[in-house]
C-alpha cells in the first residue's frame, strides 16, 4: 500500500488536503497525530520541500511553523521571498518520532516511507505547477532525484530535472539548528544565499 491508493479522482488542493488526511499508505499514520499537508497558493510559481514535519507541525497540523520553520522563515525574507505567496510543504507527511522521556525525538523517514508518501508530493506539484521547484535537504532532494543525490555536492546549481522549469536544493534549515553555534550564521548566510539564487528565478 502507498498513498497512491488514497488519491482522489479529481486531482485540487482542497480535494488532496482533505483525501490526504485519512491516508494509510504506510505506518505512519499511527505514529503521528495528523496529516500534515502542504500549505500555500495554489498559483504559486515556487514550491519548497521539506523533510517530514517536526514536533509543533505534528501539533498544529502546518508545516515548518516550529523551529526550522523560524530559521526558514528569517532565511526567506532575507533572500526578499514572501512565504505567502509561495507553497511550502514534505516529502513526508506524518511526523516520524521515538519517545526520550517526555520529548518526542525526530526520525529521519526511510526509503519505503518515503516512496510510500511521494504521490502525495506529486500530486502537489502536478496541481500547483511551479516553475521552481527547491528541495531543503537530503530527503526532499532524494525523494525527487534519487537516492544517489548529494546536496553538499550541488547546492544552490540549477538541476537538470524535469520536475520544473528550475529545480534546485539546498540545505535543511534544521541543520543550521544542528550545527555548531559558532558556525550559526556562515550556515545561515549560505542558506540564504542559495534561496537568493532562487529569488531571482521569482
Ligand atoms: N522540518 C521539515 O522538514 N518540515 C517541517 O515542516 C518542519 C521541520
Ligand atoms: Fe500516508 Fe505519507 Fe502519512 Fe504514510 S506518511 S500514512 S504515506 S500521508
Avoid at 506524518?94 to 518515503?114: C, D, L, S, V, Y
Wanted: charged residues 25%.
Amino acid at each position: 500500500m502507498t498513498a497512491a491508493d488514497f488519491l482522489p479522482e479529481r486531482l485540487t488542493l482542497p480535494a488532496l488536503r482533505e483525501a490526504a488526511a485519512g491516508c494509510r499508505g504506510c505506518h505512519l499514520w499511527q505514529v503521528g497525530t495528523q496529516t500534515v499537508f502542504g500549505e500555500g497558493a495554489a498559483g504559486a510559481s515556487a514550491v519548497f520541500v521539506g523533510e517530514q514535519p517536526g514536533d509543533q507541525e505534528d501539533r498544529a497540523g502546518k508545516p515548518f511553523v516550529g523551529p526550522a520553520g523560524r530559521v526558514f522563515d528569517e532565511a526567506l525574507d532575507a533572500a526578499g521571498i514572501d512565504r505567502t505567496s509561495v507553497y511550502v510543504t514534505n516529502a513526508v507527511k506524518h511526523f516520524k518520532w521515538q519517545a526520550r522521556g517526555k520529548r518526542r525525538i525526530h526520525q529521519k523517514p526511510n526509503w519505503t516511507e518515503m516512496t510510500a508518501c511521494r504521490p502525495w508530493l506529486e500530486a502537489e506539484l502536478a496541481v500547483v505547477k511551479p516553475r521552481v521547484l527547491v528541495l531543503l535537504g537530503a530527503t526532499a532532494a532524494q525523494s525527487l532525484l534519487g537516492r544517489q543525490f548529494r546536496v553538499t555536492q550541488h547546492r544552490g546549481e540549477l538541476l537538470e530535472s524535469d520536475l520544473a522549469e528550475a529545480v534546485t536544493a539546498t540545505v535543511h534549515p534544521s541543520s543550521i539548528l544542528r550545527g555548531e553555534p559558532s558556525d550559526r550564521e556562515a550556515n545561515l548566510a549560505a542558506f540564504v544565499s542559495d534561496l537568493t539564487v532562487v529569488a531571482k528565478l521569482l
